[in-house]
């Protein structure tokens, strides 16, 4: 039905014009008035429509009232005397409401049967013991009771009947046999819980014992999801910053640099990752197309931490290998057994595993011409050869040793196997800073307190 140019939006119609009746409707006194069958003044306002059925003119009645203890709606209603098609809704006359409502109501007899409820076509209605629910936004707004919500139920789901019964027989029996069980809910055969949960905040259930408490009634509103207040047109651009920002911290970002092997221009690619029971880091990635140069560094995303960490792990299974390990610039490593030392600074910030950060250590040997090519010293070289066969077992899972890590600004991570529990293998200290390790991380000077204070006077 349709009654365009009195209410936006209108029913399903559009209005020619209005009838004398509408022409004679009262014009003093208060727009919405209380609905009441004993006010004689409460006319509906008459408007001639097109049928959306038959394409000729009915008339649609408008009614612009307000329902006690609720607010102000707007009922309208259709009628085709030509090919006898009609059709009810109801609409908020009120805003959409700062919060979503949600009404459970304990049916027991058939006086709660009888309660008034508006529906808006935002709402949801479940009946929980049935596990049956009416979507949002799949029927219209209706002013009704309790009975006519499951009669319009019941009406819905047995007007496709007799073609399912021709063309999904079994569909069809399944179907009846939950139409029972809701005239069952009409009849009364067992109390059940109705609920009526509407984002917008505009749907009601009448409270026959107003202003005093209902007991069967519990009324609770809600903030509004974003998903909820996008289903009802709120909040969209919103919505989508939101989006972007999440998307952001999900993508790869890129940015223009040189390559520092041979300057040409290259990219770096940029990823922020959450490492579990840890924090934060920032992984960078070059790869220079013109010579091939790779690079690969992390950073950590957070500040200095109070206290410096040490990490010290019993290597004694080939499946520590693959412990996840984060390794900061600031990080010092020890391998007590191979009297091995790898200073502060040294192979950069690396986001990888126990394996691959050994991997790198015996690479900075053997590739150093130095150390183990022609310019090296015999004896030199013997030892190197060894620590490096040593490593090797290590790796291997061949030989037990203890692998150090050494964080002053506490920005390194291995991972536990077994957390949230302790590691048996793996003892992780706190301990506070010397003045050296600060001076080194250039803590004793960096001044976080007072420094506008300090700046003053030199102003």
């Known amino acids: 039905m349709s009654a365009s140019g009195a209410v936006q939006p209108g ?57 006690p203890f609720f607010r102000e709606i707007i009922v309208s209603s259709f009628f085709c005397e030509h090919c006898g098609w009609n059709n009810t809704e109801i609409q908020s006359a009120g805003r959409i409401q700062d919060q979503g409502v949600r009404y459970t109501l304990t049916v027991r007899g058939q006086e709660d049967m009888n309660r008034e409820v508006v529906k808006t076509d935002s709402a949801t209605t479940r009946i929980p013991e049935l596990d049956f629910e009416i979507p949002a936004f799949s029927q219209k707004g209706a002013l ?35 139409i029972g069980k809701l005239k ?26 107003a202003p005093q408490k209902d007991d069967a009634l519990v009324i609770t509103h809600y903030s509004r999801t974003p998903q909820q207040a996008e289903m009802l047109g709120l909040q969209a651009e919103a919505a989508e910053e939101k989006s972007e920002e999440e998307d952001l911290r999900n993508e790869v970002l890129q940015f ?70 984060l390794k900061s610039e600031t990080c010092s490593v020890e391998i007590p057994e191979l009297e091995f030392e790898l200073g502060m600074g040294v192979l950069g910030g690396k986001f990888t595993t126990l394996e691959g950060l050994l991997k790198d250590i015996r690479e900075l040997v ?24 040593k490593l090797d077992q290590i790796t291997e ?32 200290e706190r301990y506070k800073r010397s003045f050296d390790q600060n001076e080194e991380l250039g803590l004793n000077d960096m001044k976080t307190e007072g420094y506008e204070a300090g700046l003053a006077p030199q102003r």
């Open 397 to 428: 899972g061949k030989m037990k040793a203890h692998f150090i890590m050494d964080d002053p600004a506490g920005n390194s991570y291995l991972q536990n196997v077994y957390a949230p529990e302790d590691d048996p293998e793996m003892k992780v």
């Open 366 to 389: 053997t590739k150093n011409p130095f150390t183990l090519g022609d310019s090296s010293n015999p004896d030199q070289s013997e030892k190197l050869q060894e620590f490096s066969q």
């Open 144 to 178: 009704t009771t309790v009975e006519g919500l499951i009669s319009r139920a019941i009406s819905g789901l047995e007007q496709d009947q007799p073609t399912r019964r021709v063309m999904e027989h079994a569909v069809a029996e399944r179907i009846d046999e939950f």
């Open 11 to 67: 029913p399903p119609g559009a209005a020619v014009g209005p009838s004398p009746s509408a022409a004679g409707s009262p014009a003093t006194g208060p727009l919405f008035r209380p609905l009441s069958a004993e006010d004689e003044e409460q006319q509906p306002t008459e408007i001639e429509s097109l049928c959306m059925n038959c394409y000729r003119n009915g008339t649609t009645r408008l009614l612009l009232t307000k329902i």
């Open 184 to 209: 069952d809910l009409k009849r009364m055969a067992s109390p059940f819980t109705l609920i009526i949960d509407d984002p917008s905040g505009n749907s009601f259930v009448e409270n026959p014992h």
């Open 256 to 325: 223009n640099t040189n390559c520092p092997e041979c300057n040409a221009p290259a990219q770096t690619n940029m990823k922020l990752v959450q490492i579990p029971h840890f924090k934060e880091v920032i992984i960078m990635a070059t790869n220079c197309e013109n010579c091939g140069h790779r690079t690969n560094e992390v950073k950590s995303g957070g500040a200095v931490e109070p206290l410096g960490t040490k990490i010290t792990l019993h290597i004694t299974d080939p499946s520590d290998m693959t412990r996840d390990l």
